[in-house]
């Protein structure tokens, strides 16, 4: 079966993307040329490029045009990545950083947040993820993490209200922390050892896509982690949402001998 012909020029200008005859940021044809181009009606023009912005190779801007999206370096996560933070907290290094500044290569000045600090109770998987009853006082944690600001991660964690409250890990003012959640809590007498993390894919929802700046069709990873100090639980993030198209897992398995 044919395919339909809004499809076959998706696929058209989805090489030219792949090969680079169209490079990121370079605007695509009007619709009347492409109109023209293509022997096509402008509906099926329009579906076209909706095809394509869903797919997160393009962007288009009202009065300026359809333009092929920057392509961004590939994130690496490894499990050693937390590592950058305890030596924040126990070296205390001249040069600031956490986990996602290493992960993005990028300098403390280019690392910028927006953040908004909220108290609510725990509901029943953040209860059982903190091991506290349900309804327990938290501190809700939502970031959106910017590498030259562009956003790069959504985070959401929450700590236990009684922990928190009042100090200055509950402060939004002093958000970014060099070193983290791991640096913050030590401020506080607490040493997390132990950081858990599950991880998933799925589609984004739309205020995800809009907020990452992805197209609709592109997957992301979800972690929801939990950090832990003697075994228990003293935060939880549910979730930390990345683009699927800028991160890889990079692990290595240990099979020597039990």
Excluded: C
Excluded at 48 to 57: S, V
Excluded at 75 to 93: I, N
Excluded at 135 to 141: N, S, W
Excluded at 142 to 154: A, D, E, L, N
């Amino acid at each position: 079966m044919a395919q339909p012909r809004y499809q076959q020029i998706a696929d058209d200008i989805r090489r030219r993307i792949a090969s680079g005859v169209l490079p990121p940021g370079a605007p695509l044809s009007s619709e009347t040329e492409m109109v023209v181009e293509y022997g096509a009606a402008r509906e099926t023009i329009r579906k076209a490029i909706a095809t394509l912005r869903a797919e997160g190779l393009i962007s288009t801007a009202k009065a300026r045009g359809s333009f092929v999206r920057p392509r961004w370096p590939i994130r690496r996560l490894g499990a050693d990545r937390y590592k950058v933070e305890t030596r924040q907290r126990d070296e205390q290094p001249a040069e600031k950083a956490t986990s996602f500044t290493k992960d993005q290569g990028i300098d403390w000045s280019a690392y910028t947040m927006d953040k908004d600090f909220t108290e609510v109770p725990a509901d029943e998987r953040l209860a059982e993820l903190l091991q506290v009853a349900v309804g327990t006082p938290l501190l809700r944690r939502h970031f959106v993490f910017r590498s030259h600001g562009v956003p790069q991660q959504i985070s959401t964690s929450y700590l236990l209200l009684d922990m928190v409250g009042g100090t200055p890990v509950a402060d939004p003012t002093n958000e970014p922390w060099p070193g983290g959640n791991i640096a913050q809590l030590a401020t506080l007498g607490i040493t997390v050892d132990q950081v858990r993390e599950q991880v998933r894919t799925r589609m984004p929802t739309l205020d995800e896509a809009r907020t990452l700046g992805i197209g609709e069709s592109v997957p992301v990873l979800t972690i929801t982690r939990t950090m832990l100090a003697a075994g228990r639980p003293v935060e939880a993030a549910v979730d930390i949402v990345l683009p699927g198209d800028r991160v890889e897992l990079d692990y290595v398995i240990d099979l020597g001998s039990p």
